[in-house]
């Protein structure tokens, strides 16, 4: 998915690093979404989490928007001309609809609710994203993850993965990056990650063993969930510091309830993220959104959309000052 922001902020951003310290209890923060519009008056918005003033990753996520459910009948659904990415992966996960996916690698596949559709952008990739006109209501997460320094020009690539379910105690898992309640996944990513979906039963406790050294983040779809004796509402993000090894999630309510969990060793790198780039400078964006703008080959074609690739937003005037996730304590 792309920022369609009409002014993207500049991010530059740097984790404070110190030791993983065990403690009583999970240390909960609840980061609270925005709406950003997707496009015209009647287009679909999105629930934005990642990046905000108060925490710009969860390892090296670094972008979350959570939509739906969407009426695509009132919005017109989702229709996002090719536009570019560099330095990062994106992660496309859904509950319900079908989206339309084309990339300059020549991918051309779809993501349907339970399939991971993970493509990495590294030096540099264009893709576009459509709402199928199977699609009645639109719903789902869209994440990105930062490559670390040593990976962000890497090539172009495309992953497809289908998690088969896990249940534990009342609760449904699918694993679709990285290893939790027993299950692995395949994809490759290039630095410590975890995500997975998890649907809770009404009236369901559920106790997670999960790795100390990364930090989590909990986004709840639907339902009310509580985590360390916090009460979640849906669409908020809990972030979860490091230093615990299980994670509590209960359902106490009498229907189901869905969270997306993501989790990661802490990003310890200085990123700049502008629009859909990830670089380590401002002059890295500038160079980017350049060759985009020059139509180069760095990006490649999409082949099969119909209609224009996205333009680039005008830079801002000034290099915006650095924000940083508070130090771990």
Sequence with gaps: MSNVEAEPAEVRCQVAVDGVRPTQ?????VLTPRDV???????????????????????????????????????????VAPHPHTGLQ??????????????????HAYVRPGELNLMTGGHGISHSEVSTPRTTVLHGVQ???????????????????VPEPVWIDGAEIRVFLGSLAGASSPVRTFTPLLGAEIVLQPHTTVTLAVDPG????????????????????????????????????????AEPARTVLIGGTPFEEEIVMWWNFIGRSHDDIVRARTDWEKNSD????????????????????AIIASRRNPPRH
């Design 25 to 29: 209890g999970p240390r909960v923060d």
């Design 37 to 79: 519009p997707l496009g015209g008056p009647r287009a679909m918005s999105v629930r934005r989490t990642l990046p905000q003033r108060a925490r710009t990753l969860i390892g090296a996520w670094c972008f979350a928007d959570h939509y739906g459910p969407d009426d695509v009948a009132e919005t017109g659904g989702m229709d």
């Design 90 to 107: 994106t992660v496309s996960w859904l509950f319900s609809g079908e989206i339309e996916h084309r990339d300059s690698l020549g991918s």
């Design 143 to 161: 994440l990105w993850v930062a490559l670390p320094g040593e990976h962000r020009h890497t090539e172009r690539d495309f992953q497809h993965y």
């Design 214 to 253: 990364f930090e989590h983040g909990v986004l709840v779809d639907h339902g009310n969930v509580r985590l360390a004796d916090v009460d979640l509402r849906p669409a908020e993000l809990a972030y979860v510091h490091p230093g615990t090894g299980t994670l509590t999630l209960v359902n106490a309510s």
């Design 298 to 317: 760095r990006f490649g074609a999409v082949e099969g959309y119909p209609g224009n690739r996205l333009p680039a937003p005008a830079l801002p005037n």
